[in-house]
């Protein structure tokens, strides 16, 4: 039997969806019942074909002339997101940014659920944090595997990252949210997600110093 050849989502394509999500979110509070490609696109400055684009991916939706049910729409986009299950989430590194990102209160709206913190400083470990304890990072192989954990946020100084990203997929963890400001390595089979402070801020210098360019996706 001939293997099924994959469909191919852009990055680009996967992070509309979240807007699109969001954008339905705020029309559903807003009373709305249905919307049209043409105010969807105009709402978030995309083009209407580029919407219909990133939703015929993933199957047909709404009914020409009559636009998109928002609620339907929303609670479909969630699905494909995964936003209808719970995520067990590890955090390394309770520093400035871990500690605000634990205090993040929409990430367990949305389904993400921090259930452990790690930290190599002895000060820090075994202390209460935001309601979660502290755990030494030396076992952090065995409690993500304990705990099935299922994505792993570091926020580790840059020299220690590929240490801590290297013992998190040893644990068997696929997804990696790095906040470490250098780029790691993971296998193919797992899912890394950077995000670099520093280079989004360097993009909207650019952005202001170069006004007169229009930048693509």
């Not at 994959?6 to 009373?31: C, D, F, V």
């Not at 955090?91 to 367990?108: H, P, Q, T, W």
């Not at 013992?167 to 193919?188: C, H, Q, R, T, Y």
Request: net charge positive; proline share 2%; aromatic share 6%.
């Amino acid at each position: 039997m001939a293997k099924k050849s994959m469909r191919k989502i852009s990055n680009s394509t996967i992070h509309r969806l979240s807007i699109y999500y969001r954008a339905l979110l705020g029309l559903e509070r807003e009373g709305y019942e249905t919307i049209s490609s043409k105010e969807l696109a105009r709402r978030e400055k995309l083009t209407p074909a580029q919407v219909r684009k990133d939703l015929s991916f993933f199957g047909s939706f709404g009914t020409r002339g009559l636009g998109y049910p928002v609620k339907e729409l929303k609670a479909r986009i969630g699905e494909i997101l995964g936003l209808n299950k719970l995520w067990n989430v590890a955090m390394v590194g309770v520093g400035n940014i871990g500690s605000a990102l634990v205090s993040y209160k929409e990430f367990a709206k949305q389904g993400f659920i921090v259930k452990l913190l790690f930290d190599n400083d002895q000060r820090k470990i075994g202390s209460n944090h935001k309601g979660i304890i502290i755990n030494d990072i030396a076992s952090i192989k065995q409690m993500l595997q304990e705990q099935e954990i299922q994505i792993v946020i570091v926020t580790v100084p840059a020299a220690a990252a590929q240490k801590v990203c290297d013992e998190v997929v040893e644990a068997g963890v696929k997804a990696i949210m790095n906040f470490a400001p250098v780029s790691l390595k993971v296998p193919d089979d797992v899912v890394l997600l950077n995000e670099n402070m520093s280079i989004e801020l360097e993009h909207l210098s650019f952005s202001l110093t170069n006004r007169n360019m229009v930048l693509s996706d």
